[in-house]
């Protein structure tokens, strides 16, 4: 070093200098080990799926959510009633709807219901309401299950029909027609669908 840059660096005061950028390394490594850490800290939390920092904060608090209610499942009817059930009220197919009516001569859509559950040894109410009300509701029926349907001739539950699979059900429709295959979910009864309903086996 030349005598000019000695005195120069003399007159500014090395020592005062020396102490400025020792501080100023020191100063920078730490902040160097902070940023490290958050940064291990926030993959670690990715990695694993928590909070960054959830590990190491003693305050950290973990919020559970309340259990959601599941209803209990729905029973199924004995695969043996179900196909009983569907062949009955096949052999009902082309007997004429009578409003009222409760035989071959002339049956409803309720005592159709009615009849047929009764040869299959299960005792549902007469009105399509009742049964509505003396049965359980499911969301995906099965052959052998009950669709409902409101508002048709009255307000409220007025129609039932024997849900015989692939959105199709056997029901005594109206006046003028007889017991026949409709669909379930689509057209005129789609449009007065009011849910499935499963018999208490």
Known sequence: MGPLVAKVLMSLGVDALLVWVIRLLIALVVLGLIVALIVVQTVAGILTGGMPGAATSPSTSVIVAPPIAVPAPVAGL???????IVQLAQSWLGVPYVFGGCTRAGVDCSCLVENVYAAAG???????VDQFNATVPISDPQPGDLVFFANTYEPGISHVGIYIGNGQQINAPTTGEVVSVAPVFTG???AHYAGARRARG
């Open 78 to 84: 004995p695969p043996g009633i179900q196909l009983d």
């Open 122 to 128: 299960i005792h549902l109410p007469r009105v399509a």
């Open 188 to 190: 005129y009864w789609g």
